[in-house]
T-cell receptor, first 114, second 116 residues
Framework: DAGITQSPRHKVTETGTPVTLRCHQTENHRYMYWYRQDPGHGLRLIHYSYGVKDTDKGEVSDGYSVSRSKTEDFLLTLESATSSQTSVYFC?????????????FGPGTRLLVL | AQKVTQAQTEISVVEKEDVTLDCVYETRDTTYYLFWYKQPPSGELVFLIRRNSFDEQNEISGRYSWNFQKSTSSFNFTITASQVVDSAVYFCALSEAGNNFNKFYFGSGTKLNVKP
């Protein structure tokens, strides 16, 4: 199994508060991704990173920001959480570009915004 | 339009039955990759297979087999002699090599219930 951990695994927060989710990998893979999973939508890409300090937006990036200061860590921040951001968040990694290499997923973080 | 369509929202079978999960994709690229992932009730996403657009050979791995047909833009997944442990949500996904880097499309998933 790919060495990917996510923290926290569960979080309950209130509308308007900032939230940061952490993804940590031990595989030294260059590419990292944040997805959200919602019923009926499968997984949708929020942001991705193709190297330290190199990030870009995905399909559903509004309301989210990311940072990657080290190869092994990719942080997802909800600046001011809203109820529509209640979801399960998955981090993924890949050794090379996603259309050439398989993405491996972390265990997920369940976020509830009240 | 959806890039990846999994029309079967939920399927229920009895153990030992064969079951096929359908996946239809849409792309204009000539080079692309297709994937299947399994998400058991525990919630993690498990990679099952990756197939590139130039390889239409069917693949078999134990009780699992995949049928890739470019003519119908389908990449179907068959489980032979299903078992209770196969109960999960299965996702099909498409990655387009010629498009933007950040394009990786998931279908909405098919929930498979295997009853004893």
């Amino acid at each position: 199994d790919a060495g990917i951990t996510q923290s926290p695994r569960h979080k309950v927060t209130e509308t308007g508060t900032p939230v940061t989710l952490r993804c940590h990998q031990t595989e030294n893979h260059r590419y990292m991704y944040w997805y959200r999973q919602d019923p009926g939508h499968g997984l949708r890409l929020i942001h991705y990173s193709y190297g330290v300090k190199d990030t870009d937006k995905g399909e559903v990036s509004d309301g989210y920001s990311v940072s990657r200061s080290k190869t092994e860590d990719f942080l997802l921040t909800l600046e001011s959480a809203t109820s529509s951001q209640t979801s399960v968040y998955f981090c993924a990694i890949s050794e090379s570009r996603p259309h050439q290499e398989t993405q491996y997923f972390g265990p997920g973080t369940r976020l509830l915004v009240l | 339009a959806q890039k990846v369509t999994q029309a079967q929202t939920e399927i229920s079978v009895v153990e030992k039955e064969d079951v096929t999960l359908d996946c239809v994709y849409e792309t204009r690229d000539t080079t692309y990759y297709l994937f299947w992932y399994k998400q058991p009730p525990s919630g993690e996403l498990v990679f099952l297979i990756r197939r590139n657009s130039f390889d239409e050979q069917n693949e078999i791995s134990g009780r699992y087999s995949w049928n890739f047909q470019k003519s119908t833009s389908s990449f179907n997944f068959t489980i032979t002699a299903s078992q209770v442990v196969d109960s999960a949500v299965y996702f099909c996904a498409l990655s387009e090599a010629g498009n933007n880097f950040n394009k990786f499309y998931f279908g909405s998933g098919t929930k498979l219930n295997v009853k004893p």
